[in-house]
Structures are given as structure tokens and as C-alpha cells.
């Protein structure tokens, strides 16, 4: 489904990401670990096309996509949740997911905002209200829906824990694992350990810009030191 | 003897309460954590104590003075050091240019318009990133640090004008689970050290039962539940709006 | 009574055509975040091709198809041209820092101005009259013209329209997300690129049908451009950056307040004749300043969201380098020599570029280490001027007082200014900034009694020879430029960098962010005014244009050509700039046509400013 190979992404001068590699095959969930500042966002972001990469190869479907627009790789049905959140602050719940819309696609889930509410019950009481007036929460699972609506083949989703309350993060990994039930392939990055075994079938470890680790879930959860190593947990 | 003594605190937005009515207080040298889920209005209250925000009623006294309403600057001035969610350093400036910045502030030397200030309060902006281990990189830039030694900046500057109390929204945001734990317990060194009450918000459970001596849980602009670590943790409204099971933050 | 409602009739109709201008200069920094300084040539514009168009299509009659199409073509011309302009410039400078957008598209100003002529002429021109519409109704005994009860109805249309074409479109609410997060946009799917270039074609249009309704209403002439442009930048601001509904609010305060000062008779004080009637500029000084001390970013305006803008990171300020030191030594060493050496006009020329050495370094002053860009530094360059010219001319003081006069009536203006825009930041600051410049130029310009109006103020003579006088410009020069060094590396100069790297922290530790930087405006607007003073006994008089937009444009030109982040940079790109620009003047005719393709290509060029680059290029590992 996705492949990158040898990926090398600058910040100015700095050197952000070093010979990164990894891939996912379809309804399959990877995890990005690492700590702040390692290089996962840029990673996804350098997928997405919205950090130039400097050298590597980014196959998505068998199609070479490094150096295209972010909006071409959007349309062949790449989703991007980005960290932090971002709603559109004054639009509505349903003018949100308006931006997001795109055709249905083959081989891929056809979204609409009914079916999503049933994944998000919490949106659909809310759909007129602007997204600058929802909880942190109710905002993260709002930029989940607003990229489903493009009925991405798989997403790229950022830190989906980060600043959320225990309860609301059950909730993500509860939403993510019937997403995998859909059939969609998910690449996530993540700094909680606990959330990420509780979600992903596979794991890579970057630090300072590489990929210093790459085996399956439970070969991670098995093996201490290497989460002593790189994750101090 | 409690530092800050909050009472009746309230603030809403259009015609929401985002803080409904919210009293507690800090004593010199506590660590008190302020937790509850996303939206509960942890950051409004923060930034009412701070004087970012105004409140609709209620007061906030600082060693037995009334504070309700004053700028932030004017509060800085009575003692009380702050370290923001995203953190605020300025760029610009070397480590020790942050910390001796905050250190001419507070002696009243910015009004000075043709002193040089590299010569001014070297030793003691040293002195005060030795105490939080940035010493050795003193004059790298703060815009290019790793962001927990930015952290680490923070709190040195917080510390410039011996505040007696230390505002932290959530301190360890965005840093990894061990940084996290490390920067709380040097926090805690020092509040201990220098009689410092220091008031913390925190979404990682790890922080909030290792380090804070007491809890208080806030839930849509109140307090619902106060205590030591383990009397929250078992609290049940906590465990329902708050905590969940358990599963993804470590067991707590 | 009949009087009044006539005016009130009289600003409503007004109102529209400002509104037109304004709200598409609104949507466009909205969606692209330009400041478009060519919106009000687009204006020009559409007013000159529709008077042509109404005549050429003369052959469909001089009836209302002919009137209403010429003006309609007209409009969708200069929307094209629009496109053009944001295909082939604007599409290149997206990721530049905005003051650098701003200059490029000044360039476009420039450019446009010189063709205008070339085609056009400088006569004013008289447009006809709207076919059907030379009428008038009977308003309370008073006659009103038919046309303008249209242009009353025309605003409120335009604004339903758009608000439909925002709300209940697709288009729309890609664009009002597009305002609040481009990049989310694009990572969304939706190709940006054509969203950009959909929204400059109607807010050009906009612009260009505005500028044709007022076909009718005066002759089309070269000023038209710098004349909308401020105004609409003052609606911008008092309606809200980037609201359309806000704009009309803000149209319909200024048209009406303008209308009504009309009426107000002329009185004196101390002897001297005040005509508020002519100020036209003052009642939209009033109401911005009544609207931004209420509500900050507007009427209708939300506070930016810093969380979204790229913080540009500036560079740490660090100790002279010696290789510098020693170049500043040998170039003020041999300035001392130059007179041995040059000829009259070579030591004119000197002069005057030391003179715009120490604008450049006052205006970097308040844009580097203070973070404040000015798009009206010509202000107290200006104030300064006037402050010299008039103690001599109405007090017969001595060069020497000249000198201190006019610095000291430039911090005047800046202390007063400097207490409104540093409420704001960025751009807007910026914007508000230009909209006092033309305050100072209008007061220059309109106050005949004591300024003499375009005809200036004349006789300013220096008492020292030419020779005399260019050491005296580089000894204000050198001194002025070591003092403003000096107090960059003072500790106030720390708190100004502070209150500029992150508001936030500086007021957490206690600096009065406002206060610091209002002080900084005033040291700035002070160092501008000695300049001015030199340059009014330098040329021996005093204009209007030196407080006009163009002066403004020089200064900043200086000082983002040499690049902001370095304090020698100013210096850099005054000297270059100054040079570029009187070598133009002499050798050619089209000078406005030829520096603004000049701007246009050193900004496609050098999106960080002349020293910037080098800078970048020669750098070893700053930490940065």
C-alpha cells in the first residue's frame, strides 16, 4: 500500500530525517514511536508532500508520489490527520466535513456524514456548532471525520493521544480499531506506549531523524531493552 | 500557610461557564496537580490566575494580597513565576540571554537605554541554569534547543525573580514519558529547596500520582474531587469522566 | 434638515463604491494573506478601461448596453489581468515574508502607473454620463441624482451576494477554511493553487467594477490608485481583516462621517484658518482610532491565531564581527576623504544617501529588534521635514533649532501614532502605520494656511556650504546609526526583542510589551525626523510627497532589500537602493516603469533581502 525508502528531509540547514524507511501493506496498522523532536511528524508530513523531500522514494499504490502537491497525493486517497488537531475553527461540524469531501473511490469505504456519526455519536449532536467551540476531544475526532470524508484508501494520523484526557484516549483507540475493521491501512505516530499496543500491529522506533527499530507489537511489548533503550519505558 | 487562596472563581463564554464557581488553595513548598478531561477549563483558570483572563467574580489572593484582575506583568512582579503549555522562550536570545533578560526585569534595568547588557547578572543567570542542568549550553540559541531543554529554560526563567509561587500549564506537553517524570521531580526539588507552592495541570497520569502531593480534578468548571494521589485515583466520578480504565496511561 | 439627509444619501452612496474596493482587497488578504498594494491600480484601472470601453462600444449605441457593458468588460478585463499577475508573480512569493510581497506588489503599482500614463496620459479624463439614469429625484425639496440612489442599492447587493457565495457554496467554505488554514486545505485534497487564483479574480473584479461606477461620479486620473488604497486599507482595518460584512460597516462609518464633515464651516484658532471640510482624511482617523481602541482587530474582526502563521525564527543578535567592524571603519574613513576627491554632484549624491542611511537604520530600528513593520515611515521622515521648514519659515529659526525642531515634532507624531499601532501587530500594525502617513501627507497637503499645500514650503536654506553640509549628514549619520546599535545591545534593546520573539513570555516576566515598544516607535519616528530635517535643508524646501506612500515604499525597500534579521543590512540596501534609484530618474522618463520591474525581479530574486542572502551564504554555524 505504502512504501518509503531511503526518505531525506531538511529543515534549512538541519537534517531532519535520515535514510528513512518503512512501509505498510493494506488494512494493516504501523506505529511511528519516538520521542518529541525525533522526526515523526516531519516523517508524515514528508509523506503528505507538505515538507519537501530532499531524496527518497514515496510509493503509495505502486505510484512513485514524492514531489507531488499534497492535494494530488490527497486525491489518490492519502488522508492526513495532522497533530494538533486544526479544525477549521468558524465552520460548522458539517462545513468541516464539506472541505474534506471528495468522490467515492474503488476498494475503499464510501463515507458520508451519516455513517461517520455512527462511528462519532458525539458530531452528530453537534453539526451545526463551529469547530472552534468544541473540546479538545470532540475536535480530534471531528479531523478524523473531516479525512474520512475523502474515503482515503489509508491515513497518515499524528500523535492521535497527545493532550487528551485517559478516557477520551480509550475512546481514540476504541475508534481506530473499527476503522481497522473497515479495512483501512493506518499509519500512526505516537509517544504513548500503552495506547500504541493496544492498536497497532507493527512498530518502528526513529530517533533523531532514523528508524532505529522495526519489528512487530508484540516483539516490542516482549522486548525491555529496547524499550529501555529508546522509549525509557 | 497557603500562597494561593482561590475563591469562587467564574468565567464564561458566551453565555457557557467554562469556570463554575472554583476554590482551593496552595501552600508554600506543595505540589498541586490540577487535572480533569479536555475543555473542563484547567487553561482558563490557569490564565485567570496568571491575569491573562479577567473572571467574571471571584478572587485570587497571593500571600494575602487580592490579585483578582491585575496584568500578568504586574502579578510576575509580586512573585509568581509561570511555564506555559507550548513553551515561550524568546528565539532570538541565547539561553542565558532568556534567563538574564528575565533577570534585568526583575531589577529594573530595561528601561536602560545605553548600558551594554552582555556584562549585566552573568553569574547569577548561570547560576540559575546550573540548578536546572542547562549550564553547558548557555549560549546555544533558544530557537534551535530540543524541547525539553526548552522546558528546562523555562523553568529557569521562571525561577529569575524568587517567585514563592510557580504557575505550570501542563509542563511536560510533548515531551517523552522519561523527560516528563525527570523535569517534575527537579521541579520538585526545588519548590521543596526554595519553600516554592507550585500549582501544575498534566495529562500524564505518571506525573500527576509520582509527583504531585495532592490532586484536584476539575469537570466542566468544577471541582469534583480533591486529595492525595491514591484518593483520586480511586475516586469514582473521577475514574468515569477522568481516567477511564486504565489502559492507556500505564494502569492508573 | 433637507441638507443633512442629501449628505446622509450622499455617504451611503459613497459607501458602495468603497466597499467594492475594500472588500476585495478584504477577501483576498483572507484567503492569500498579501496586503495587495495594486488593489487600488486595479481600481485605476477598471476606471480607465471602462471610460475607453464605453466609447468603443459606442457602436452598440451610447445606450445602457454600451454604459453597463463597457463597465462590466471592463472589470472582467482587469480580473484577468489580475489572474495574470497572481499566476506569474504573486504564485512565486507565497512562502516569502509578506513585507516582500508587499514591495512586489508595489512593483505592480509602479508599473501600472507608468502604462496608465503612457496610454492614457495625464490629462484627466471625463467619463459619460449613466444612459437612463441622468436624472434626479426630488429628496425634500433637493435634487438628488438618479445615479447615485443606484449606487446606494448597488453595496447591500453586493454584499448579499457575497455572503451567499461564501455560505452556500462549496467554493466558499473551501475558501473560509482556506483563510484559517491553507495547508489543511491542500493535505485535504483541494488544489489550493486554483482557490487562490478563483479569489484574486474576485476581488480584482471587485476592485475594477468599483473603480467604473465611478465613471459618472468624477474624471478618471493617474492619483485615483494611492488615493483608494489608504482609504480602503483604513476600512480594512476598522472593519476587520478578512470580513466582508465588516467592510461594509466600516464603508458606511467613513462615507457617512466624511459626507457630514462637509458641512462643518471653516473656524480659526490662534489666527489660523482650520478647515475641516478639506481634511478628508480626519474622520477616518477618528473612527479608526475610536474603533481600535474598542475592538482591536475591527468591528467585526477576530484576533489572528498566532498557532497558525509560520514564526519566522529571527536570528540571535550577536557582537559585531571584526571583518565588519573594520569595513564600517574603512567606508566612514573614506566618506571623510570623499570630498577631496568628488565632484559636486558626487558629493550630493553622498549626501543624500547618508541621509536615507539613517532612515533606513530608524525604520530597521522599529522593524528588526522591535518587530513592527511600518508601511508609513514617510510620516515622520516627513514631520521632521516640516518641523525644519516651518520653524524657519514662520519662526526665522536658525538651522541649528531647524534640526531640533524637526525631530522633535516627528516624535511627537510618534508618540501619538506609535499609542494606537502598537495595540496591534503584523500587518495589521503595518496597516495602520500607512493609514497615519497619509494623515501627516493629507494634513501637509490640505492645510494650505500654514503648510502652503502643494506648493510647499520653500527657501530652507542650509547655513554651511555643500561641503559643510555632507559632513554634517555623515556625522548625523554615524552618530545616529551607533546610537540605534547601541541601544539594540542595552538592555531595553533585550525587553524589545523580547516583547517581539514572544509577547506571551515578555509580559510573564514582567515587561510592559506596549509600553516598550511605543517607546521604540517614538525613538524611531525621532531618528526618521532628523533625517527629514537634513533633507529639507538639503533640497531647500519641503513637499507634501515627502510624507506621501512612495517615500515610505523607499524606506522600506531599503531596508528589506538589505535584509531585516542584519543591522548592517539597512545600510547595504539603502546605498544600493538610492544609487538604483537616482541613476533611473536620470537616464529615463519611464523611472516608475523601470524600478518596478526592478522590485519585482530583486524580490523574485532575493526573497531574504540582499545581506540576508549573503549572510546565508557565507555563514559558518550561528546556532542557527
Same mark, same amino acid.
Request: with cysteine; net charge neutral; aromatic share 8%.
Given at each position: 500500500?505504502?512504501?518509503?525508502?531511503?526518505?531525506?528531509?531538511?529543515?534549512?540547514?538541519?537534517?531532519?530525517?535520515?535514510?528513512?524507511?518503512?512501509?505498510?501493506?493494506?488494512?494493516?496498522?504501523?506505529?511511528?514511536?519516538?520521542?518529541?523532536?525525533?522526526?515523526?511528524?516531519?516523517?508524515?508530513?514528508? =509523506?503528505?508532500?507538505?515538507?519537501?523531500?530532499? $531524496?527518497?522514494?514515496?510509493?503509495?499504490?505502486?505510484?512513485?508520489?514524492?514531489?507531488?502537491?499534497?492535494?494530488?497525493?490527497?486525491?489518490?486517497?492519502?488522508?492526513?490527520?495532522?497533530?494538533?488537531?486544526?479544525?477549521?475553527? !468558524?465552520?460548522?461540524?458539517?462545513?468541516?466535513?464539506?472541505?474534506?469531501?471528495?468522490?467515492?473511490?474503488?476498494?475503499?469505504?464510501?463515507?458520508?456524514?451519516?455513517?461517520?456519526? !455512527?462511528?462519532?455519536?458525539?458530531?452528530?449532536?453537534?453539526?451545526?456548532?463551529?469547530?472552534g467551540?468544541?473540546?479538545?476531544? !470532540?475536535?480530534?475526532?471531528?479531523?478524523?471525520?473531516?479525512?474520512?470524508?475523502?474515503?482515503?484508501?489509508?491515513?497518515?494520523?499524528? !500523535?492521535?493521544?497527545?493532550?487528551?484526557?485517559?478516557? =477520551?484516549?480509550? $475512546?481514540?483507540?476504541?475508534? =481506530? $480499531?473499527?476503522?481497522?475493521?473497515?479495512?483501512?491501512?493506518?499509519?500512526?505516530?505516537? $509517544?504513548?506506549?500503552?495506547?500504541?499496543?493496544?492498536?497497532?500491529?507493527?512498530?518502528?522506533?526513529?530517533?533523531?531523524?532514523?528508524?532505529?527499530?522495526?519489528?512487530?507489537?508484540?516483539?516490542?511489548?516482549?522486548?525491555?531493552?529496547?524499550?529501555?533503550?529508546?522509549?525509557?519505558? | 500557610?497557603?500562597?494561593l487562596?482561590v475563591?469562587?472563581l467564574r468565567k464564561s463564554f458566551g453565555?457557557?461557564e467554562a469556570v463554575?464557581?472554583v476554590?482551593?488553595?496552595?501552600?508554600?513548598?506543595?505540589?498541586?496537580?490540577l487535572?480533569?478531561?479536555?475543555g473542563a477549563g484547567k487553561t482558563t483558570c490557569f490564565n485567570m490566575l496568571m491575569g491573562q483572563l479577567t473572571p467574571d467574580s471571584g478572587t485570587v489572593s497571593f500571600?494575602?494580597?487580592d490579585i483578582t484582575g491585575l496584568p500578568p506583568r504586574a502579578i510576575w512582579r509580586r512573585g509568581v513565576g509561570r511555564t506555559f503549555q507550548i513553551t515561550a522562550t524568546?528565539?532570538?536570545?541565547?539561553?542565558?540571554?532568556?534567563?538574564?533578560?528575565a533577570?534585568?526585569s526583575?531589577?529594573?534595568?530595561?528601561?536602560?537605554?545605553?548600558?551594554?547588557?552582555?556584562?549585566?547578572?552573568?553569574?547569577?543567570?548561570?547560576?540559575?541554569?546550573?540548578?536546572?542542568?542547562?549550564?553547558?549550553?548557555?549560549?546555544?540559541?533558544?530557537?534551535?534547543?530540543?524541547?525539553?531543554?526548552?522546558?528546562?529554560?523555562e523553568?529557569?526563567v521562571a525561577?529569575?525573580n524568587?517567585p514563592?509561587l510557580l504557575l505550570m500549564d501542563e509542563p511536560?506537553a510533548?515531551?517523552?514519558?522519561?523527560?516528563?517524570?525527570?523535569?517534575?521531580?527537579?521541579?520538585?526539588?526545588?519548590?521543596?529547596?526554595?519553600?516554592?507552592?507550585?500549582l501544575f495541570t498534566?495529562?500524564?497520569?505518571?506525573?500527576?500520582?509520582?509527583?504531585?502531593?495532592?490532586?484536584?480534578?476539575l469537570?466542566?468548571g468544577?471541582?469534583?474531587?480533591?486529595?492525595?494521589?491514591?484518593?483520586?485515583?480511586?475516586?469514582?466520578?473521577?475514574?468515569?469522566?477522568?481516567?477511564?480504565?486504565?489502559?492507556?496511561?500505564?494502569?492508573? | 434638515?433637507?441638507?443633512?439627509? *442629501?449628505?446622509?444619501?450622499?455617504?451611503?452612496?459613497?459607501?458602495?463604491?468603497?466597499?467594492? *474596493?475594500?472588500?476585495?482587497?478584504?477577501?483576498?488578504?483572507?484567503?492569500?494573506? +498579501?496586503?495587495?498594494?495594486?488593489?487600488?491600480?486595479?481600481?485605476?484601472?477598471?476606471?480607465?478601461?471602462?471610460?475607453?470601453?464605453?466609447?468603443?462600444?459606442?457602436?452598440?449605441?451610447?445606450?445602457?448596453?454600451?454604459?453597463?457593458?463597457?463597465?462590466?468588460?471592463?472589470?472582467?478585463?482587469?480580473?484577468?489581468?489580475?489572474?495574470?499577475?497572481?499566476? *506569474?508573480?504573486?504564485?512565486?512569493?507565497?512562502?516569502?515574508?509578506?513585507?516582500?510581497?508587499?514591495?512586489?506588489?508595489?512593483?505592480?503599482?509602479?508599473?501600472?502607473?507608468?502604462?496608465?500614463?503612457?496610454?492614457?496620459?495625464?490629462?484627466?479624463?471625463?467619463?459619460?454620463?449613466?444612459?437612463?439614469?441622468?436624472?434626479?429625484?426630488?429628496?425634500?425639496?433637493?435634487? &438628488?441624482?438618479?445615479?447615485?440612489?443606484?449606487?446606494?442599492?448597488?453595496?447591500?447587493?453586493?454584499?448579499?451576494?457575497?455572503?451567499?457565495?461564501?455560505?452556500?457554496?462549496?467554493?466558499?467554505?473551501?475558501?473560509?477554511?482556506?483563510?484559517?488554514?491553507?495547508?489543511?486545505?491542500?493535505?485535504?485534497?483541494?488544489?489550493?493553487?486554483?482557490?487562490?487564483?478563483?479569489? &484574486?479574480?474576485?476581488?480584482?473584479?471587485?476592485?475594477?467594477?468599483?473603480?467604473?461606477?465611478?465613471?459618472?461620479?468624477?474624471?478618471?486620473? #493617474?492619483?485615483?490608485?494611492?488615493?483608494?488604497?489608504?482609504?480602503?486599507?483604513?476600512?480594512?482595518?476598522?472593519?476587520?481583516?478578512?470580513?466582508?460584512?465588516?467592510?461594509? #460597516?466600516?464603508?458606511?462609518?467613513?462615507?457617512?462621517?466624511?459626507?457630514?464633515?462637509?458641512?462643518?464651516?471653516?473656524?480659526?484658532?490662534?489666527?489660523?484658518?482650520?478647515?475641516?471640510?478639506?481634511?478628508?482624511?480626519?474622520?477616518?482617523?477618528?473612527?479608526?482610532?475610536?474603533?481600535?481602541?474598542?475592538?482591536p482587530y475591527?468591528?467585526?474582526?477576530k484576533a489572528p491565531s498566532h498557532a497558525?502563521?509560520?514564526?519566522?525564527?529571527?536570528?540571535?543578535?550577536?557582537?559585531?564581527?571584526?571583518?565588519?567592524?573594520?569595513?564600517?571603519?574603512?567606508?566612514?574613513?573614506?566618506?571623510?576623504?570623499?570630498?577631496?576627491?568628488?565632484?559636486?554632484?558626487?558629493?550630493?549624491?553622498?549626501?543624500?544617501?547618508?541621509?536615507?542611511?539613517?532612515?533606513?537604520?530608524?525604520?530597521?530600528?522599529?522593524?528588526?529588534?522591535?518587530?513592527?513593520?511600518?508601511?508609513?515611515?514617510?510620516? /515622520?521622515?516627513?514631520?521632521?521635514?516640516?518641523?525644519?521648514?516651518?520653524?524657519?519659515?514662520?519662526?526665522?529659526?536658525?538651522?541649528?533649532?531647524?534640526?531640533?525642531?524637526?525631530?522633535?515634532?516627528?516624535?511627537?507624531?510618534?508618540?501619538?501614532?506609535?499609542? &494606537?499601532?502598537?495595540r496591534l501587530s503584523?500587518?495589521?500594525?503595518?496597516?495602520?502605520?500607512?493609514?497615519?502617513?497619509?494623515?501627516?501627507?493629507?494634513?501637509?497637503?490640505?492645510?494650505?494656511?500654514?503648510?502652503?499645500?502643494?506648493?510647499?514650503?520653500?527657501?530652507?536654506?542650509?547655513? +554651511?556650504?555643500?561641503?559643510?553640509?555632507?559632513?554634517?549628514?555623515?556625522?548625523?549619520?554615524?552618530?545616529?546609526?551607533?546610537?540605534?546599535?547601541?541601544?539594540? /545591545?542595552?538592555?531595553?534593546?533585550?525587553?524589545?526583542?523580547g516583547a517581539?520573539d514572544s509577547a506571551l513570555r515578555a509580559d510573564a516576566i514582567g515587561i510592559d510589551v506596549k509600553r516598550?515598544?511605543?517607546?521604540?516607535?517614538?525613538?524611531?519616528?525621532?531618528?526618521?525626523?532628523?533625517?527629514?530635517?537634513?533633507?529639507?535643508?538639503?533640497?531647500?524646501? *519641503?513637499?507634501?510627497?515627502?510624507?506621501?506612500?512612495?517615500?515610505?515604499?523607499?524606506?522600506?525597500?531599503?531596508?528589506?532589500?538589505?535584509?531585516?534579521?542584519?543591522?548592517?543590512?539597512?545600510?547595504?540596501?539603502? +546605498?544600493?537602493?538610492?544609487?538604483?534609484?537616482?541613476?533611473?530618474?536620470?537616464?529615463?522618463?519611464?523611472?516608475?516603469?523601470?524600478?518596478?520591474?526592478?522590485?519585482?525581479?530583486?524580490?523574485?530574486?532575493?526573497?531574504?533581502?540582499?545581506?540576508?542572502?549573503?549572510?546565508?551564504?557565507?555563514?559558518?554555524?550561528?546556532?542557527?
Amino acid at each position: 500500500m505504502l512504501r518509503v525508502d531511503g526518505l531525506h528531509t531538511y529543515y534549512g540547514r538541519a537534517h531532519i530525517l535520515a535514510d528513512v524507511s518503512l512501509d505498510a501493506a493494506k488494512g494493516e496498522i504501523v506505529v511511528l514511536l519516538g520521542r518529541n523532536g525525533a522526526g515523526k511528524s516531519t516523517t508524515l508530513k514528508s =509523506i503528505m508532500g507538505l515538507v519537501p523531500a530532499a $531524496q527518497g522514494s514515496i510509493r503509495f499504490l505502486d505510484r512513485e508520489i514524492a514531489g507531488l502537491p499534497s492535494h494530488e497525493i490527497a486525491r489518490m486517497g492519502l488522508g492526513y490527520v495532522p497533530e494538533d488537531r486544526r479544525v477549521f475553527a !468558524e465552520l460548522t461540524v458539517m462545513e468541516n466535513l464539506d472541505v474534506g469531501r471528495q468522490g467515492p473511490r474503488d476498494a475503499a469505504p464510501a463515507w458520508t456524514p451519516e455513517k461517520l456519526f !455512527e462511528i462519532f455519536p458525539n458530531l452528530a449532536e453537534m453539526r451545526n456548532r463551529p469547530g472552534g467551540r468544541m473540546s479538545g476531544g !470532540e475536535q480530534q475526532m471531528l479531523t478524523i471525520a473531516r479525512t474520512l470524508m475523502g474515503n482515503p484508501r489509508a491515513i497518515l494520523l499524528d !500523535e492521535p493521544s497527545e493532550g487528551l484526557a485517559p478516557v =477520551i484516549v480509550e $475512546q481514540m483507540a476504541r475508534t =481506530i $480499531q473499527a476503522l481497522k475493521a473497515q479495512g483501512l491501512t493506518i499509519v500512526l505516530s505516537e $509517544q504513548n506506549l500503552h495506547f500504541a499496543l493496544l492498536v497497532a500491529d507493527r512498530a518502528y522506533i526513529i530517533e533523531k531523524g532514523r528508524i532505529r527499530y522495526s519489528g512487530t507489537m508484540a516483539a516490542l511489548a516482549a522486548d525491555e531493552a529496547i524499550r529501555l533503550q529508546y522509549l525509557s519505558v | 500557610m497557603s500562597v494561593l487562596s482561590v475563591r469562587g472563581l467564574r468565567k464564561s463564554f458566551g453565555g457557557v461557564e467554562a469556570v463554575a464557581g472554583v476554590d482551593f488553595d496552595v501552600t508554600a513548598g506543595e505540589m498541586l496537580a490540577l487535572i480533569g478531561p479536555n475543555g473542563a477549563g484547567k487553561t482558563t483558570c490557569f490564565n485567570m490566575l496568571m491575569g491573562q483572563l479577567t473572571p467574571d467574580s471571584g478572587t485570587v489572593s497571593f500571600d494575602g494580597a487580592d490579585i483578582t484582575g491585575l496584568p500578568p506583568r504586574a502579578i510576575w512582579r509580586r512573585g509568581v513565576g509561570r511555564t506555559f503549555q507550548i513553551t515561550a522562550t524568546f528565539a532570538s536570545m541565547t539561553v542565558a540571554e532568556n534567563v538574564k533578560t528575565a533577570l534585568m526585569s526583575h531589577r529594573g534595568d530595561l528601561g536602560r537605554f545605553f548600558a551594554r547588557a552582555t556584562a549585566l547578572h552573568k553569574d547569577d543567570a548561570i547560576a540559575l541554569l546550573d540548578q536546572v542542568g542547562m549550564a553547558d549550553q548557555r549560549d546555544r540559541a533558544c530557537g534551535v534547543l530540543a524541547y525539553g531543554d526548552l522546558k528546562r529554560v523555562e523553568l529557569a526563567v521562571a525561577l529569575a525573580n524568587s517567585p514563592r509561587l510557580l504557575l505550570m500549564d501542563e509542563p511536560t506537553a510533548g515531551m517523552a514519558p522519561q523527560e516528563r517524570v525527570a523535569l517534575m521531580e527537579l521541579t520538585r526539588q526545588l519548590a521543596r529547596a526554595r519553600d516554592i507552592a507550585v500549582l501544575f495541570t498534566e495529562h500524564d497520569m505518571d506525573v500527576v500520582f509520582g509527583q504531585a502531593d495532592r490532586v484536584i480534578v476539575l469537570n466542566r468548571g468544577k471541582l469534583i474531587a480533591q486529595g492525595t494521589p491514591p484518593e483520586v485515583r480511586a475516586h469514582k466520578a473521577v475514574r468515569d469522566v477522568y481516567l477511564g480504565a486504565g489502559t492507556t496511561s500505564g494502569g492508573h | 434638515m433637507s441638507a443633512l439627509v *442629501v449628505q446622509f444619501l450622499n455617504g451611503l452612496a459613497s459607501a458602495s463604491a468603497l466597499f467594492l *474596493v475594500a472588500c476585495g482587497l478584504s477577501i483576498i488578504f483572507g484567503v492569500s494573506r +498579501i496586503v495587495n498594494f495594486a488593489h487600488g491600480s486595479f481600481y485605476m484601472l477598471g476606471a480607465y478601461l471602462a471610460w475607453t470601453l464605453t466609447r468603443g462600444l459606442g457602436w452598440v449605441g451610447y445606450g445602457p448596453l454600451g454604459f453597463w457593458g463597457g463597465i462590466l468588460i471592463a472589470a472582467l478585463i482587469v480580473g484577468l489581468i489580475g489572474v495574470l499577475i497572481e499566476l *506569474v508573480l504573486l504564485r512565486r512569493i507565497y512562502q516569502a515574508p509578506e513585507l516582500f510581497q508587499l514591495l512586489a506588489t508595489f512593483g505592480v503599482v509602479l508599473v501600472v502607473q507608468d502604462l496608465a500614463m503612457a496610454i492614457w496620459g495625464a490629462q484627466d479624463l471625463l467619463g459619460p454620463r449613466a444612459p437612463g439614469l441622468r436624472g434626479a429625484f426630488d429628496v425634500m425639496g433637493q435634487r &438628488f441624482p438618479e445615479y447615485e440612489m443606484l449606487l446606494i442599492l448597488i453595496g447591500p447587493i453586493v454584499l448579499g451576494l457575497l455572503w451567499l457565495l461564501f455560505n452556500r457554496t462549496r467554493w466558499g467554505t473551501l475558501v473560509r477554511a482556506a483563510t484559517a488554514d491553507r495547508e489543511m486545505v491542500a493535505a485535504l485534497g483541494v488544489d489550493q493553487r486554483k482557490l487562490f487564483t478563483s479569489v &484574486f479574480f474576485v476581488g480584482t473584479f471587485l476592485a475594477a467594477l468599483g473603480g467604473g461606477l465611478q465613471l459618472p461620479r468624477e474624471p478618471v486620473q #493617474l492619483h485615483m490608485d494611492m488615493a483608494i488604497i489608504a482609504d480602503a486599507f483604513v476600512v480594512v482595518v476598522v472593519g476587520g481583516m478578512g470580513s466582508v460584512g465588516g467592510a461594509y #460597516l466600516a464603508a458606511l462609518l467613513i462615507a457617512q462621517l466624511q459626507a457630514f464633515m462637509l458641512l462643518v464651516p471653516d473656524f480659526e484658532i490662534a489666527g489660523l484658518t482650520i478647515s475641516i471640510a478639506r481634511m478628508t482624511l480626519i474622520p477616518s482617523f477618528l473612527v479608526m482610532a475610536v474603533v481600535l481602541i474598542l475592538r482591536p482587530y475591527g468591528l467585526l474582526g477576530k484576533a489572528p491565531s498566532h498557532a497558525r502563521t509560520q514564526a519566522s525564527v529571527e536570528p540571535v543578535v550577536r557582537a559585531t564581527p571584526p571583518i565588519l567592524a573594520k569595513l564600517g571603519f574603512a567606508s566612514v574613513a573614506a566618506m571623510i576623504l570623499l570630498p577631496l576627491i568628488a565632484d559636486e554632484y558626487g558629493l550630493m549624491v553622498a549626501t543624500e544617501i547618508l541621509i536615507f542611511v539613517l532612515m533606513a537604520a530608524s525604520l530597521h530600528f522599529m522593524m528588526g529588534p522591535g518587530g513592527m513593520a511600518s508601511f508609513g515611515h514617510a510620516a /515622520y521622515f516627513g514631520l521632521g521635514a516640516y518641523g525644519a521648514a516651518l520653524a524657519a519659515k514662520h519662526f526665522n529659526a536658525p538651522m541649528e533649532a531647524g534640526l531640533v525642531a524637526g525631530p522633535v515634532l516627528a516624535a511627537l507624531g510618534g508618540i501619538l501614532f506609535g499609542w &494606537f499601532c502598537v495595540r496591534l501587530s503584523g500587518v495589521y500594525l503595518a496597516m495602520l502605520t500607512l493609514a497615519f502617513a497619509q494623515i501627516v501627507w493629507s494634513i501637509a497637503f490640505q492645510w494650505v494656511a500654514v503648510t502652503g499645500g502643494d506648493n510647499g514650503v520653500l527657501g530652507v536654506w542650509p547655513s +554651511i556650504g555643500k561641503t559643510g553640509f555632507f559632513y554634517l549628514s555623515l556625522a548625523f549619520a554615524v552618530i545616529g546609526v551607533l546610537l540605534l546599535r547601541r541601544a539594540i /545591545y542595552s538592555p531595553f534593546g533585550y525587553a524589545l526583542r523580547g516583547a517581539r520573539d514572544s509577547a506571551l513570555r515578555a509580559d510573564a516576566i514582567g515587561i510592559d510589551v506596549k509600553r516598550v515598544q511605543w517607546a521604540a516607535f517614538a525613538i524611531a519616528a525621532s531618528f526618521a525626523g532628523s533625517a527629514g530635517a537634513l533633507f529639507a535643508y538639503f533640497k531647500g524646501s *519641503v513637499f507634501p510627497t515627502y510624507a506621501a506612500i512612495p517615500k515610505s515604499v523607499d524606506a522600506l525597500m531599503m531596508v528589506l532589500l538589505g535584509g531585516v534579521q542584519t543591522i548592517s543590512g539597512p545600510l547595504v540596501g539603502a +546605498i544600493v537602493y538610492m544609487g538604483l534609484h537616482e541613476q533611473l530618474v536620470r537616464v529615463t522618463e519611464l523611472w516608475r516603469l523601470v524600478l518596478g520591474i526592478a522590485i519585482i525581479a530583486l524580490v523574485l530574486a532575493f526573497p531574504q533581502g540582499i545581506a540576508g542572502f549573503a549572510a546565508k551564504r557565507f555563514a559558518k554555524e550561528d546556532g542557527a
